[in-house]
């Protein structure tokens, strides 16, 4: 796998482009960390990416709201 060992991380991809690129990295073969505002919509597509065989992390964050992201910690 091409991505094998390495970390992809996506902020919106819960859904639509950032969703097909989360799981497009974990089909490559990387670990996938994504983040977005959509709780329901992050878990599914956790779910798609752990069906596949892949590792990946939900995290919720809005990444055009500065205050919120500035205190994250994964």
């Known amino acids: 796998m091409i991505l094998q060992d390495k970390v992809a991380l996506v ?4 859904t639509g482009i950032g969703r097909a690129t989360v799981i497009a990295f974990g089909a490559a073969g990387a670990k996938v ?6 709780d329901a919509e ?3 597509t956790a779910k ?4 596949t065989g892949a590792e990946c ?11 919120e992201i500035q205190g994250k910690r994964i």
């Open 11 to 14: 902020t919106g991809g819960t």
């Open 42 to 44: 992050g878990e599914k």
């Open 57 to 67: 992390l939900y995290v919720h964050s809005d990444a055009s709201n500065e205050e």
């Open 33 to 38: 960390v994504f983040s977005g505002r959509r």
């Open 48 to 51: 798609l990416i752990h069906e």
